[in-house]
T-cell receptor
Framework: DTAVSQTPKYLVTQMGNDKSIKCEQN?????MYWYKQDSKKFLKIMFS???????INETVPNRFSPKSPDKAHLNLHINSLELGDSAVYFC????????????????FGPGTRLTVL | AQTVTQSQPEMSVQEAETVTLSCTYD???????LFWYKQPPSRQMILVIR??????QNATENRFSVNFQKAAKSFSLKISDSQLGDAAMYFC??????????????FGQGTRLTINP
């Protein structure tokens, strides 16, 4: 059974287009994340949602808009795609960190390789 | 802000031998978590091992163990009896124990491990 799934796995599109990446987790987790892995393999947080509420927006251009319709889903919509948006985008989820809770491990989806031409 | 540094962009080891991957981090916090993730060519991010900073005992998972030196802010990964399937990019990651900081992993640059048959 897939724990964290993303669609599509590959996305090739033209500059200026709008595209979406979908993420779903069946782990019953409260917190979901989007990370970006650039061409040098560096991974950096983009967004974090806890119970559908945005917690972290890590200086990401407002062309990127995450949407969480429910706890199990966190989608990423990107407007006016640019060449520099080409990367692998990972969705992840974790049980959540309520105040005082200490343990938490993030589980990653398979990634979506976005190529902007 | 916390930073994680992996000073070895590439490492190689003979099959069945032992290899150690280095990781150092910078933080002013006393409570946090450290992780090693593996990313094989399939692109999937796989958790290898986790260490809680408040625990003095080094974590172990089968052939994988860590050397956690809190004062030196060092967190190295030792792989014993290396196998061909261990070939991958390995990422060291830090997570704060505070609520806000816990919403993200801070990654190092990665170390590409090659296993020679």
């Amino acid at each position: 059974d897939t724990a964290v799934s993303q669609t599509p796995k590959y996305l090739v599109t033209q500059m200026g287009n709008d595209k979406s990446i979908k993420c779903e987790q069946n782990l019953g987790h409260d917190t979901m994340y989007w990370y970006k892995q650039d061409s040098k393999k560096f991974l950096k947080i983009m967004f974090s949602y806890n119970n559908k509420e945005l917690i972290i927006n890590e200086t990401v251009p407002n062309r990127f808009s995450p949407k969480s319709p429910d706890k199990a889903h966190l989608n990423l919509h990107i407007n006016s795609l640019e060449l520099g948006d080409s990367a692998v985008y990972f969705c992840a989820s974790s049980q959540g960190v309520p105040y005082g809770r200490r343990t938490d491990t993030q589980y990653f989806g398979p990634g979506t390789r976005l190529t902007v031409l | 802000a916390q930073t994680v540094t992996q000073s070895q962009p590439e490492m190689s080891v003979q099959e069945a031998e032992t290899v150690t991957l280095s990781c150092t981090y910078d933080t002013s916090e006393s409570d946090y978590y450290l992780f090693w993730y593996k990313q094989p060519p399939s692109r999937q991010m796989i958790l290898v091992i986790r260490q809680e900073a408040y625990k003095q005992q080094n974590a172990t998972e089968n052939r994988f163990s860590v050397n956690f030196q809190k004062a030196a802010k060092s967190f190295s990964l030792k792989i014993s009896d290396s196998q061909l399937g261990d070939a991958a990019m390995y990422f060291c990651a830090y997570r704060s124990a505070t609520f806000q900081g816990a919403q993200k992993l801070v990654f190092g640059q990665g170390t590409r491990l090659t296993i020679n048959p």
